[in-house]
């Protein structure tokens, strides 16, 4: 299981990580960009274009399957149940909805040392703590290093908690992805 999340500059910054990605990946792909309600489906769909893998904006009560992106909607938090996505217009946590810590909390949980966690540019915390509950999990993250970024909000909380196995310039986190979903490192 992979889950990202970004914030200010991830539209510039997740099509290069979801280019990168080979179309056999064999986890599902959770994706949290703070974003406006009725833009998600517009850029889920110009990310399916550029993307081997399948994307597209999560549903309600929809399985999840390998090889697929499924993006949250804007101002509907995500959550997995099982291999099922679950929306909720749940209260903002970190003040915003969607947020990646409330992805990441519903995820570590259930896939544990499976899990792969992203956290690309963005402005705020958001997905730190989800992070540090990953690697509590067993799980593997990975961060966005500052030189990259266009803010370095919150990857910087991740590394500031302890929380990021590695730091690594965009063009290396879809390689980080891969490799640490095929040996675990």
Do not use: W
Not at 36 to 57: C, D, Y
Not at 93 to 111: F, G, Q, S
Not at 130 to 144: A, D, S, Y
Request: aromatic share 4%; proline share 8%; hydrophobic share 40%.
């Amino acid at each position: 299981m992979v889950v990202i999340g970004c914030s200010t500059g991830g539209p510039k910054s997740l099509p290069e990580v979801l280019s990168r990605l080979p179309g056999n990946l064999p986890a599902p792909v959770l994706v949290v960009q703070h974003m406006p309600e009725g833009f998600t489906r517009s850029f889920a769909e110009r990310l399916n274009m550029i993307s081997p893998l399948e994307v597209k904006e999560a549903e309600d009560g929809e399985e999840i399957h390998k090889g697929h992106v499924y993006l949250a909607p804007g101002n509907r938090h995500l959550l997995l149940n099982g291999r099922r996505l679950l929306l909720d217009d749940g209260p903002k946590v970190n003040y915003v909805r969607p947020a990646v810590d409330v992805l990441m909390n519903t995820v570590a949980p259930i896939y544990g040392p499976r899990t792969v966690g992203v956290i690309l540019t963005g402005m705020g915390s958001d997905g730190a703590e989800g992070m540090r509950l990953i690697k509590r999990n067993g799980g593997k993250t990975v961060v966005q290093n500052e030189e990259t970024c266009v803010v370095y909000g919150m990857p910087k909380a991740v590394v500031d908690l302890g929380a990021a196995d590695r730091i690594v310039p965009l063009e290396d986190i879809a390689k980080n992805i891969v490799l640490m979903l095929s040996t675990g490192m």
